[in-house]
């Protein structure tokens, strides 16, 4: 099945979405955001499969008794007497209480009003990664970033908006090893992690970064420094995609 969003089909020579349409895939699911999810596939799609197999082949030395170990190249960081990171952005500077949640709409609401100083919209644990469910927590965020998102009950009438000021909002996008069966790349269930990320990205990166601030992402269930390595590289190919700084 190819759904046609806008008029155009979402089929870009080696990514297709196969997910049923509805007016939230429309907003979310531009020619544009398929294209870059595209880009981002061709980029880093073989790379993250070689690190999982690499996870696979570490978990046959651990049932072996192998034990786990730093690596040896990374010893004279490890035994440096002073080093520093570089310092985080000033509005997520404080995180002393932080919160979070899927990014259902009610919810979102209500965390983002709470009065804790961030909130971490979770596409991974806590939501159930339905197509709507994902699809959904996209249009959810990208209202949240403008202000706008509201909410009426459909049982009580109650409606709920947003605070004048609310919680700092992070991002958590699924873990590497998770796939996103509703867009196929090379007849492949794409890569769960660079769907997510690539749909914040087109739609919410240059906003923040005209705003002031920045897209603030929490990177679940990392196994080794390769694969923090690799979420780098797909940062450092997103900001000179979009033109915006480091």
């Known amino acids: 099945m190819h ?44 790379r993250r499969n070689q690190l999982l197999k690499k996870r696979d082949e570490r978990q046959v030395e651990f049932d072996k008794g192998v034990k786990p170990d730093f690596r040896k ?30 990014v259902e709409r009610k919810m979102m609401i209500n965390a983002l009003n709470c009065g804790a100083k961030c909130f971490m919209a979770d596409f991974e644990d806590s939501l159930s990664p339905t197509w709507e469910n994902v699809i959904e927590g996209q249009v959810n965020t990208f209202e949240a970033f403008r202000g706008t998102l509201e909410f009426t009950d459909p049982k009580s009438g109650k409606e709920y908006k947003l605070n004048d000021t609310v919680a700092q909002m992070l991002l958590r996008p699924r873990g590497w090893h998770l796939p996103e ?10 890569c769960a992690s660079l769907v997510d990320f690539g749909l914040l990205a087109i739609h919410n990166l240059k906003y923040r970064v005209e705003q002031g601030s920045g897209l603030y992402l929490y990177v679940p269930k990392l196994e080794s420094a390769e694969e923090a390595q690799l979420w780098a590289a797909v940062f450092r190919f997103t900001e000179d995609h979009f033109g915006v700084p480091r």
């Open 73 to 102: 190249d990374i010893g004279p960081i490890r035994d440096a007497k002073s080093w520093r990171v570089t310092p985080p952005p000033k509005d997520i500077e404080d995180r002393r209480v932080e919160i979070t949640g899927p």
């Open 3 to 46: 759904n046609s969003i806008s008029g155009v089909t979402l089929k870009q020579n080696t990514l297709d979405v196969v997910g049923p349409s509805s007016d939230s895939v429309t907003k979310i699911l531009t020619a544009d955001a398929v294209s870059f999810l595209t880009l981002l596939h061709d980029e880093f799609y073989e």
């Open 181 to 190: 069966k509703n867009i196929h790349y090379l007849s492949e269930p794409a």
